[in-house]
């Protein structure tokens, strides 16, 4: 079975303009959450959404969105890109809410 | 709210040694706590986790963590360094962020393993 896939894996922007990143859960996974990882610290928490309702959202800006489509994949939308945007975005799936999350291998994003 | 805290951003151990990574939490109620590693350029991979079962809880690749509530503690050991360990590993921890299931990560420990 795949694992949780991540598009792109490498993205170059200008400050001030708009991101979409992909993620596709592991099959059968109805729960989605969105880390952004800066370098040389942890992963912080985003979002999370689940049976394609967002369920909680961490200490982010308005500039970042979401959403999870029927087929319970997920866009994460970033506008008005800053350079501290630049990390890695990491996607989360798991079967449901509570249980054990797997990680994608995440989409680097760099700011210029 | 909760939080961890990995007391070493940086171990080294010589192949073959034991390896120990520190980390404490904060939590107002029973956590649920994990251990992930990250190799360069790759994704979270979970070695392993606790859930209020046994306090000692094996991993995989040789991994252990025990959990000790009188120490607010849940070090994470091997007792045999491989070079492929070599990686940054993250001390987590589970809890609720309105509706939503948030994992709060500390700040990481890169392990090195000399030859």
């Known amino acids: 079975d795949a694992g949780v896939t991540q598009s792109p894996t490498h993205l170059i922007k200008t400050r001030g303009q708009h991101v979409t990143l992909r993620c596709s859960p592991i099959?059968?996974?109805?729960?989605v959450s969105w880390y952004q990882q800066v370098l040389g610290q942890g992963p912080q928490f985003i979002f999370q959404y689940y049976e394609k309702e967002e369920r909680g959202r961490g200490n982010f800006p308005d500039r970042f969105s979401a959403r999870q489509f029927p087929n319970y994949s997920s866009e994460l939308n970033v506008n008005a890109l800053l350079l501290g945007d630049s990390a890695l975005y990491l996607c989360?799936?798991?079967?449901?809410?509570?249980?054990?999350?797997?990680f994608g291998q995440g989409t680097r994003l760099t700011v210029v | 709210a909760q939080s961890v805290t990995q007391l070493d951003s940086h171990v080294s151990v010589s192949e073959g040694t034991p390896v120990l990574l520190r980390c404490n939490y904060s939590s107002s109620y029973s956590p649920s706590l994990f251990w992930y590693v990250q190799h360069p350029n790759k994704g979270l991979q979970l070695l392993l986790k606790y859930t209020s079962a046994a306090t000692l809880v094996k991993g995989i690749n040789g991994f252990e963590a025990e959990f000790k509530k009188s120490e607010t503690s849940f070090h994470l050991t091997k007792p045999s360094a491989h070079m492929s360990d070599a990686a940054e590993y993250f001390c987590v921890v589970s809890g609720n962020k309105g509706s939503a299931r948030q994992l709060t990560f500390g700040s990481g420990t890169q392990l090195t393993v000399l030859p």
């Open positions: 099959s059968g996974h109805k729960s």
């Open positions: 989360a799936s798991s079967s449901n809410r509570d249980t054990e999350a797997f």
